[in-house]
């Protein structure tokens, strides 16, 4: 903020009339200074000033810790620009439309569950390349990305609007959607809508009973790479909350592993779930036919006794939010009901 010099006589009278207003009981939240802080807007309430306070301000400033260090933020910001698909699903789930966000993994440019929500919100590139003139342009009062994808514009970012960054992308969703929801001041909101969440799953595991002693196995198919996915991922997660059985190759707290045709053993299990990422081209699924068709693969016992069935990857995978994951409840519900 730029500061202009006064007379002494100007400044003394400034002085006097902020002690007058802090005897009267006006009172007011002292705001931090930064040059990324958006304009105060008005509060519906301030508490008290106390005798340290600075004069009456008009919104209560707070500092939010993230992967980047603390951000200070001003208010409800109500131009919110969200770089990151599994953050668009957590400001929807909170009532809040973004003015701009990264494009879906899929879809033209939204993913289906959420396209109808996203009407009119402006198209702001990938999430690995965000485009900064085009986040300019917006005027956003808060800026939510991440770390893993956007670290190295950070400054740029915090040079727009003030900006938080979430740490990772892998599979604990709920760290993610907590920090996103204190930054947009809703945290009150954010934890009843966590709290049903995991009431939802607590039910979904009382009703699948038995049935999650089956061993599920998680498997990718790209082009040229098949991935199996462990437990910190984000249908790995889900599967891990309601109680599911891993695969001894699978039962471990990482991400995935890159397994070769002769690796084959290591996607066995009691049932499969594998999605092809082929929305870039088709060499995926044609990949996918070439380890089918294995007799290495019509070996295990998945394939064996027929319980090898493909899933929608936007939904187990790649778009990663809340939204996916109270479908994705229903999913697996679903399945494991027939």
């Known amino acids: 903020m730029k500061l202009v010099r006064k007379p002494a006589f100007q400044l003394a009278s400034a002085i006097g009339l902020s002690l007058m207003l802090l005897v009267t009981g006006c009172g007011g939240a002292t705001q931090s200074s930064s040059s990324n802080q958006p304009a105060a807007t008005p509060a519906t309430s301030a508490p008290a000033a106390e005798a340290s306070a600075a004069p009456e301000t008009k919104s209560e400033a707070r500092s939010i810790k993230h992967a980047m260090g603390e951000t200070p933020i001003t208010g409800t910001p109500t131009r919110v620009v969200i770089l990151t698909n599994e953050g668009t699903e957590a400001l929807l789930s909170l009532g809040i439309k973004p003015v701009g966000a990264v494009k879906s993994w899929q879809g033209e440019p939204w993913y289906e569950h959420i396209k109808d929500q996203m009407q009119d919100v402006t198209v702001l590139g990938e999430e ?7 986040i300019a342009s917006l005027k956003p009062d808060l800026i939510l990305g991440n770390k893993v994808r956007q670290e190295k514009v950070y400054s740029q970012l915090s040079a727009i ?3 938080v960054f979430s740490e990772e992308l892998s599979g604990n969703w709920k760290t993610n959607f907590k920090l ?7 945290q009150a909101e954010g934890d009843a ?13 009382t009703k699948l009973g038995e049935k999650t002693k089956t061993q599920v196995s998680l498997v990718r198919f790209l082009n040229g790479k098949v991935r199996v996915y462990m437990k910190d991922t984000f249908a790995g997660v ?5 109680g599911f059985a891993r695969p001894a190759a699978q039962d471990k707290d990482e991400f995935m592993q890159v397994i070769a045709k002769e690796q084959m053993a290591v996607a066995d299990g009691d049932v499969l779930f594998y999605w092809v990422s082929d929305y870039d081209d088709k060499d995926a699924a044609k990949y996918k036919d ?3 068709n294995d007799p290495l693969w019509k070996n295990l016992h998945v394939a064996k006794t ?3 069935f493909q899933v929608n990857e936007v939904i187990w995978n790649t778009s990663g939010g809340i939204l996916a994951a109270n479908m994705l409840v229903d999913e697996i519900v679903n399945h494991f009901s027939k």
């Open 128 to 134: 690995t390349q965000p485009n900064l003139e085009l």
């Open 161 to 163: 609007a003030p900006t």
């Open 180 to 186: 996103y929801a204190e930054a947009v001041n809703k």
């Open 193 to 205: 809508l966590l709290a049903d969440f995991d009431k939802r799953v607590e039910e979904a595991k």
């Open 238 to 242: 889900l599967f891990n909350q309601l």
């Open 290 to 292: 070439e380890w089918v």
């Open 306 to 308: 027929n319980q090898v």
